[in-house]
C-alpha cells in the first residue's frame, strides 16, 4: 500500500518560483520511490508568506482528510521576518507539530521536521540592507526552540540551515527574486531529509 505524504508549510514548502517537480516535498517523494518506498505524491498545504498561525487556518481551511503515512513540517520563517519573538514562536510552532502528529495517526515516528534555512546571506538581504548577523542569530533561537520541542515529542528533525547558509548566497541555488531557494537547493535539502525518512517508513508498517 502506498504511503500518503501531507507536507505543511510556506514558501519553502510550496516551492515558490520553482516547478512543481523541484518542490522539496515532492523530490524527497521521488527519491523515497526510487529508493523503494511506495510513496503518494505529497498534499501540499503551504502558501508563500505564511506564518505559522496562517499556516494553522490554512490547515483548518483545507480540511485534509487523514490519517497520513508520512507528515513533513517546515514553518517559522515568516513569524522570524515579522520581528515575533522565539517566545511567540515556541507555543505556536508546538500546536503546529501536535496538528502534524495527530494527521499521521498520532504516530510522531511518521513526522519529520526541516529547520529554517538562513536567508540572511540571499541577495535580497543584503540589497534590503538587513543584517545578516541579527537574522542568523534570530533563525538560530528559533530552530534551537523547533529542535527541543520535536525532542520532546519524539520527532525527527533535520538540519538543513548549514546547507543554506554555505551555498544560499550562489546564484544556482536562488530562483530569480534573489530570495527563494531553486530546485537545486531543494536538491540538498532532500539528500538531507531522505536517510532520515527512509528510517522512519522503515519503521512499522506503511498506510
Given at each position: 500500500?502506498?504511503?500518503?505524504?501531507?507536507?505543511?508549510?510556506?514558501?519553502?514548502?510550496?516551492?515558490?518560483?520553482?516547478?512543481?517537480?523541484?518542490?522539496?516535498?515532492?523530490?524527497l517523494a521521488t527519491a523515497l520511490q526510487e529508493a523503494?518506498?511506495?510513496?503518494?505524491?505529497?498534499?501540499?498545504?503551504?502558501?508563500?508568506?505564511?506564518?505559522?498561525?496562517?499556516?494553522?487556518?490554512?490547515?483548518?481551511?483545507?480540511?485534509?482528510?487523514?490519517?497520513?503515512?508520512?507528515?513533513?513540517?517546515?514553518?517559522?520563517?515568516?513569524?522570524?521576518?515579522?520581528?515575533?519573538?522565539?517566545?511567540?514562536?515556541?507555543?505556536?510552532?508546538?500546536?503546529?507539530?501536535?496538528?502534524?502528529?495527530?494527521?499521521?495517526?498520532?504516530?510522531?515516528?511518521?513526522?519529520?521536521?526541516?529547520?529554517?534555512?538562513?536567508?540572511?546571506?540571499?541577495?535580497?538581504?543584503?540589497?534590503?540592507?538587513?543584517?545578516?548577523?541579527?537574522?542568523?542569530?534570530?533563525?538560530?533561537?528559533?530552530?534551537?526552540?523547533?529542535?527541543?520541542?520535536?525532542?520532546?515529542?519524539?520527532?525527527?528533525?533535520?538540519?538543513?540551515?548549514?546547507?543554506?547558509?554555505?551555498?544560499?548566497?550562489?546564484?544556482?541555488?536562488?530562483?530569480?527574486?534573489?530570495?527563494?531557494?531553486?530546485?537545486?537547493?531543494?536538491?540538498?535539502?532532500?539528500?538531507?531529509?531522505?536517510?532520515?525518512?527512509?528510517?522512519?517508513?522503515?519503521?512499522?508498517?506503511?498506510?
Amino acid at each position: 500500500m502506498a504511503v500518503s505524504y501531507l507536507a505543511l508549510g510556506d514558501s519553502y514548502t510550496i516551492g515558490e518560483g520553482v516547478a512543481p517537480a523541484g518542490r522539496w516535498p515532492v523530490q524527497l517523494a521521488t527519491a523515497l520511490q526510487e529508493a523503494g518506498h511506495v510513496v503518494d505524491e505529497p498534499q501540499i498545504i503551504a502558501t508563500t508568506g505564511w506564518t505559522t498561525d496562517e499556516l494553522d487556518g490554512g490547515i483548518d481551511a483545507a480540511a485534509p482528510q487523514g490519517p497520513f503515512g508520512f507528515v513533513s513540517l517546515l514553518i517559522g520563517v515568516n513569524d522570524q521576518y515579522r520581528g515575533r519573538s522565539v517566545e511567540e514562536y515556541r507555543p505556536a510552532f508546538t500546536a503546529l507539530l501536535q496538528r502534524a502528529i495527530a494527521f499521521a495517526d498520532k504516530r510522531p515516528g511518521r513526522v519529520l521536521v526541516l529547520s529554517i534555512p538562513d536567508w540572511g546571506v540571499t541577495p535580497f538581504a543584503r540589497d534590503n540592507k538587513r543584517d545578516p548577523a541579527q537574522i542568523a542569530r534570530e533563525l538560530d533561537a528559533y530552530n534551537a526552540a523547533a529542535k527541543t520541542i520535536c525532542t520532546d515529542h519524539g520527532v525527527a528533525f533535520v538540519d538543513i540551515t548549514p546547507v543554506s547558509r554555505e551555498r544560499g548566497a550562489e546564484p544556482a541555488m536562488l530562483v530569480e527574486d534573489g530570495l527563494h531557494p531553486s530546485a537545486a537547493m531543494y536538491t540538498e535539502w532532500t539528500r538531507l531529509a531522505l536517510p532520515v525518512a527512509r528510517t522512519l517508513l522503515d519503521d512499522g508498517a506503511a498506510r
